[in-house]
């Protein structure tokens, strides 16, 4: 029985014990850096209002401490997304490199093409 490309290429992908990015926490935190990403401008907006509609400065300090936590609560949910984003691409790129050398090393070594000696010399 001969096996298909598409066969082959999931048999030996589980050879390589790459685990499954569904069965990960990685879809989990990559939900929680897009909701960060969210609520930090959501946070900083609000903020806003709450600095602007009081006279107290003790009320706005409070209010531009809120607002620089939001800044930083995207900029680490943006982080976040980008991280777990990468891996999941990453991840079967290098699946996908390891199987196309694979194959060419498979058609190199079909093709035994011997190296002449005079092409490894240096041109002078």
Do not use: C
């Not at 082959?8 to 939900?31: N, V, Y």
């Amino acid at each position: 029985m001969t096996e298909t490309r598409a066969d082959r290429f999931a048999r030996e992908l589980a050879e390589l014990k790459i685990p499954d990015p569904a069965a990960g926490r990685g879809s989990l935190w990559l939900r929680i850096g897009a909701g960060l990403m969210v609520s930090g401008p959501a946070l900083a907006v609000l903020a806003y209002f709450l600095a602007h509609n009081t006279s107290d400065p003790l009320a706005q300090r409070d209010a531009v401490v809120l607002a620089l936590v939001g800044v930083a609560l995207s900029v680490v949910g943006a982080a976040l997304f980008v991280r777990y984003s990468l891996t999941g691409v990453l991840r079967f790129w290098m699946a996908r490199q390891s199987y196309d050398l694979d194959q060419l090393g498979e058609r190199l070594s079909q093709s035994r093409i011997p190296l002449d000696d005079d092409a490894a010399a240096p041109v002078r």
